[in-house]
Structure formats: C-alpha cells, structure tokens
C-alpha cells in the first residue's frame, strides 16, 4: 500500500509532490488506535482514509485516497459511507473535510457542504462538512 501510494503517477500528483507533506501515510498511532480505514480490491489495498476524533465532538476525515487506476468505481464514496458510520460510532455530530479543488465535486456527491476555508500549504483550501445527525 505505501510503495503503491507513493509511486503511482496520477494527474494530482505534481502538485503534491511539490508540498511531500500532502502525501504522508496515516501516522503510526493512528493506525494502532484503529482510525485507518482501508478498502481491498481483489485482495489489494485500493484506497483508504482516516478518522480522527476532534475535540469539539466532530471528526476529521483524512483522504480518502484511491488507487488512480480506480477512479469513478464507486470506491471513494464506499470509503466516505465506512468513515460516517465509525465516526457515528465514536458519537461525532459532524465529518469535516479540508478538501482540494479536485476533491470539492467529490465530495459534494458525497453530501458534504462548503462551510469555510482553511490555509494549507499551498494555499486556503475549502472546509467541507457532513452532518451525522
Ligand atoms: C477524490 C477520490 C477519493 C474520489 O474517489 P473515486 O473512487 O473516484 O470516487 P467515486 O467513484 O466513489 O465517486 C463518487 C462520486 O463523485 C464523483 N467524482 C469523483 N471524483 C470526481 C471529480 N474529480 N470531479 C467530479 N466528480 C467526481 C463521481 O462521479 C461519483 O458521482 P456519482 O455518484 O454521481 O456517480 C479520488 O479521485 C482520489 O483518490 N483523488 C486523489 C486524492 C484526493 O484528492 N483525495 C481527497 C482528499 S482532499
């Protein structure tokens, strides 16, 4: 699942490999606390994403990141429905996305509303969310 992350060329990919920070892994003590969802195709990592629990009682989803091979298959939004169930299971009122321009169609389909911005690295991104109530 790294290398396959890492070194897939896709569309996106300049623009992240110009801030390498917007491709770090889900941290390690995410991963042993169990907030990494990961979606398997024919036995393969395909794509994951990240809950993470906020203080305000809502949730941070990280991603999802899908294979590029995979695109427009159904499988980001797969990730986006498995992230709103856990995060309804840890009590969340509300997933909230910093989402890419790219991203911001996806997740509009996804049913998440543009309610701010947030400054990134490379610019002020959008803040989108979902209500879990
Ligand atoms: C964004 C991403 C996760 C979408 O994954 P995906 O598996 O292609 O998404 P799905 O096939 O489940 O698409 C769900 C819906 O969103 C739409 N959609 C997906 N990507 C879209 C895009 N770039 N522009 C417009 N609509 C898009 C699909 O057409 C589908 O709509 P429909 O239900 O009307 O058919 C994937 O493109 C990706 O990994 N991108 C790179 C990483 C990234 O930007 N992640 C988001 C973090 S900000």
């Given at each position: 699942m790294q290398r396959?992350?890492?070194?897939k060329w896709d569309a996106a990919r300049p623009e992240q490999v110009q801030h390498p920070q917007t491709l770090t892994l889900p941290a390690a003590d995410h991963i042993a606390a169990g907030l990494v969802i990961v979606?398997?195709?024919w036995g393969e990592a395909a794509g994951f994403a990240v809950v993470v629990p906020r203080e305000d009682g809502r949730a941070d989803i990280d991603g999802p990141f899908v294979e590029p091979d995979l695109w427009r298959g159904g499988i980001g939004r797969k990730l986006v429905e498995e992230c709103a169930q856990f995060a309804m299971a840890l009590e969340a009122a509300e997933l909230v996305a910093a989402a890419s321009p790219r991203a911001e169609p996806f997740y509009a389909k996804c049913g998440f509303k543009a309610t701010g911005?947030?400054?990134t690295t490379h610019?002020?991104?959008?803040?989108?969310?979902r209500s879990l109530t």
């Open positions: 396959r992350a890492s070194l979606f398997e195709h911005t947030v400054d610019g002020p991104v959008a803040v989108m969310s």
